[in-house]
Nanobody
Framework: QVQLVESGGGLVQPGGSLRLSCVASGFSFGTSIMKWLRQAPGKELQWVSSITSLSTIRTYQESVKGRFTISRDNDKNTLYLEMNDLKPDDTAVYYC??????RGQGTQVTVSS
């Protein structure tokens, strides 16, 4: 069955960086569009970024453009999100997603001084 396991979250000061990872299994990762989502406390789930199967197209939510970079390693079935210049508004649980109905358990990112 589909499994998505995120890691790499933590507590970071404003302006800091984190790299999230998501290991996928149970489906054809190398031919699938993948995405990152996030959910801040008390708010709805929000799309952050997507990447096509061969990394040719990467799209971002406006608020993270220029700060976040999505990437993937199809040999390792792993999706990444490099996050730089983090802001308190980036605080959320981050999920990797496959299609519309699969996501992992999430990893907490907290940006605070």
């Amino acid at each position: 069955q589909v499994q998505l396991v995120e890691s790499g979250g933590g507590l970071v000061q404003p302006g800091g960086s984190l790299r999230l990872s998501c290991v996928a299994s149970g489906f054809s990762f190398g031919t699938s569009i993948m995405k990152w989502l996030r959910q801040a406390p008390g708010k709805e789930l929000q799309w952050v970024s997507s990447i096509t199967s061969l990394s040719t197209i990467r799209t971002y939510q406006e608020s993270v453009k220029g700060r976040f970079t999505i990437s993937r390693d199809n040999d390792k079935n792993t999706l990444y999100l490099e996050m730089n210049d983090l802001k308190p508004d980036d605080t959320a649980v981050y999920y990797c997603g496959y299609r519309d109905n699969f996501r992992g358990q999430g990893t907490q990112v907290t940006v605070s001084s």
